[in-house]
C-alpha cells in the first residue's frame, strides 16, 4: 500500500533559526496537504499542493511540491515559540478506477522552539 | 458554528470493556473519518464513510465498529477493549471524499485501557 515518510521525526531549534520538515512518498500522489497541531490540540489544515512544481507560502511557512508529485517539503523562517507543535503531512492516491482517494498521513515532525 | 465535537473527552476501560466514541458535524460534510494517533505513527485511517449510508475499512479497522446513523454524526465502536487501543481518537469531515478538500477534526478523545 501507499507509504508516506516523514522526516525527522523531532526538530529542536533556538527561535529564529529555520526549520524544514521533509515528506516523501512511494507512489505518485494527486496532491498533498499540511497540517499543524498544537501541543494537546488537534490537526489543522494548513494548505494543499497539487501541481509539480508547486511553491507556496504563508508568511514565514514555504510548501514545495516535487516536479515528480512523489515528495514534498515544508520550511518555517526564523521560527517563533508559535511555531510549536507537530506538523504532518497527508498524500492523496486515487485508489485504481475509484473516485475515493484516501490520505495517508506521515508521522509527523515534532517541532519545540526554544526562546 | 461548532464544527465537528467528539464526545467525551477522556476515557479509562477495563480490559474487556466495551464503549462507543461519538462525533457530529454540523458542516453538512458528506464524508466522515476516525483517526487513532498513536506517538511516532502519525494518523491512521480506522474506518472512513465516504457518504451517507456507506462505511469502509481503513488502514486499522481490527477491533472497531463504526455506524453512520445520518449525514452529522459517525460513531466508533470497542466492542470488548484491549490495552493496544490505548491511544488518541479523532474524528474528522471533509465535504466531498473524492475532491481536495482539508479535512476538519474534532478536538480528540483520549481512551486509556488498562
Known amino acids: 500500500g501507499q507509504q508516506v515518510m516523514q522526516i525527522p521525526q523531532y526538530q529542536h531549534v533556538q527561535e529564529g533559526e529555520d526549520f524544514t520538515t521533509y515528506c516523501n512518498s512511494s507512489?505518485?500522489?494527486?496532491?498533498i496537504q499540511w497540517y499543524k497541531q498544537r501541543p494537546g490540540g488537534h490537526p489543522v489544515f494548513l494548505i494543499q499542493l497539487v501541481k509539480s512544481g508547486e511553491v507556496k507560502k504563508q508568511k514565514r511557512l514555504t510548501f514545495q511540491f516535487g516536479e515528480a508529485k512523489k515528495n514534498s517539503s515544508l520550511h518555517i523562517t526564523a521560527t517563533q515559540t508559535t511555531d510549536v507543535g507537530t506538523y504532518f503531512c497527508a498524500g492523496l492516491c486515487h485508489a485504481g478506477g475509484t473516485s475515493y482517494g484516501k490520505l495517508t498521513f506521515g508521522q509527523g515532525t515534532i517541532l519545540t522552539v526554544h526562546p | 458554528n461548532a464544527g465537528v465535537t467528539q464526545t467525551p473527552k477522556f476515557q479509562v476501560l477495563k480490559t474487556g470493556q466495551s464503549m462507543t466514541l461519538q462525533c457530529a458535524q454540523d458542516?453538512?460534510?458528506?464524508?466522515m473519518y476516525w483517526y487513532r494517533q498513536d506517538p511516532g505513527m502519525g494518523l491512521r485511517l480506522i474506518y472512513y464513510s465516504a457518504s451517507e449510508g456507506t462505511t469502509d475499512k481503513g488502514e486499522v479497522p481490527n477491533g472497531y465498529n463504526v455506524s453512520r446513523l445520518n449525514k452529522r454524526e459517525f460513531s466508533l465502536r470497542l466492542e470488548s477493549a484491549a490495552p493496544s487501543q490505548t491511544s488518541v481518537y479523532f474524528c474528522?469531515?471533509?465535504?466531498?471524499?473524492?475532491?481536495?478538500?482539508?479535512?476538519?477534526f474534532g478536538n480528540g478523545t483520549r481512551l486509556t485501557v488498562t
Open positions: 474528522a469531515s471533509r465535504v466531498r471524499g473524492s475532491e481536495n478538500s482539508p479535512l476538519h
Open positions: 507512489t505518485t500522489l494527486s496532491n
Open positions: 458542516m453538512n460534510h458528506n464524508s
